[in-house]
């Protein structure tokens, strides 16, 4: 008779084989109707998804949202509508590797190719020679820094930047602490493919649970529309290279929070102050004292990493506060 751990490892095998080629989970109808509310244009072969949608009459404001890691566009639902009624024109993307655009393995995701696909969108929609409000979180307040670099430094199809707001994004390396997962997929080489594929929604659950607030946790139901939209074309297979934005973050510091400390446009940072991502009082300390032309919007001591879905009636009120002081 074969030892038993012998049979248990048989039987595992294809168990173990099927798990890791589970199906992505369905879309939900309020995913379905972000999608089909989208459209998606071409950026050297990629498709790419975005969403644009027309409000308040007369106004010449538009405002362009940029997403944070590793979720998608659909960051901002909470406030799509309450944005329309003070912007003329909002627009948002899903990065490449994110959401419903292409997410290619073996490709070399940085920063700067998501700067290059945000300026492509702005001349797909014909506003290149717009002025554009930016508002962004996380993986996009880097993405934001990049094209603030492009616009000051005049580079060829750079953005008209208006205004910028961040927003609880990873600015300074020396006060950015990743999740543990971060840190080993984007350091564990040969391995990473392997645990990508092991990630499943029951770990993701819980490690997107620790960065919002004790009482502002999402609803299972949402935490679902963030795993599905990973999901979406396998993009949990190339969380390890999109990662590497952690790496250029430390080796393009001075690029980037050079612009920041330069620009003369005008700038906001909103701010959960629970974040165990850039935590209180470091993060928001080392931004005021680098950047004093800031100004900056703390939210309440229970709002994390997630402003714009913990609190979007804050988040909102912040935003339109500072842009009406311009």
Request: hydrophobic share 40%; charged share 15%; net charge neutral.
């Amino acid at each position: 008779m074969r030892e038993w751990w012998v049979q248990v490892g048989l039987l595992c095998i294809p168990l173990i084989a099927v798990y890791l080629h589970i199906p992505p989970p369905q879309l939900s109808p309020n995913l379905q109707t972000w999608r089909a509310a989208g459209s998606v244009f071409t950026f050297k072969g990629h498709s790419i998804f975005y969403r644009e949608s027309f409000g308040a009459v007369g106004s010449p404001d538009m405002v362009l949202l940029l997403h944070g890691f590793p979720t998608s566009s659909y960051d901002w639902y909470k406030i799509w509508e309450p944005l329309s009624q003070r912007f003329n024109r909002i627009i948002t993307l899903d990065f490449l590797g994110f959401g419903f655009s292409d997410k290619p393995r073996s490709h070399r995701y940085s920063i700067f190719e998501q700067a290059s696909i945000v300026e492509a969108l702005v001349s797909h929609l014909g506003l290149a020679n717009q002025r554009l409000n930016l508002l962004s979180h996380d993986y996009g307040d880097t993405v934001a820094l990049e094209l603030l670099y492009r616009s000051d430094h005049n580079k060829t199809g750079h953005l008209t930047i208006n205004s910028l707001c961040l927003s609880n994004g990873g600015i300074f390396p020396e006060t950015h602490y990743p999740r543990l997962i971060q840190k080993v997929l984007k350091d564990s080489g040969f391995l990473s493919p392997l645990l990508t594929r092991l990630t499943n929604f029951l770990f993701f659950s819980r490690s997107i649970g620790e960065v919002f607030g004790p009482h502002t946790q999402p609803t299972e139901a949402e935490v679902w529309d963030m795993w599905t939209g990973i999901r979406f074309n396998d993009g949990n297979l190339v969380m390890d290279s999109i990662l590497q934005y952690i790496n250029q973050r430390l080796k393009h510091r001075q690029r980037w929070v050079g612009a920041l400390t330069s620009t003369l446009i005008p700038l906001h940072m909103i701010y959960g102050p629970l974040d165990p991502v850039n935590p209180h009082p470091q993060f928001i300390s080392l931004y005021r004292s680098q950047v004093q032309r800031s100004t900056v919007s703390i939210l309440d001591e229970h709002i994390s990493h997630y402003p714009q879905l913990e609190d979007p009636t804050g988040f909102l009120n912040a935003y339109l506060s500072f842009f009406n002081s311009f």
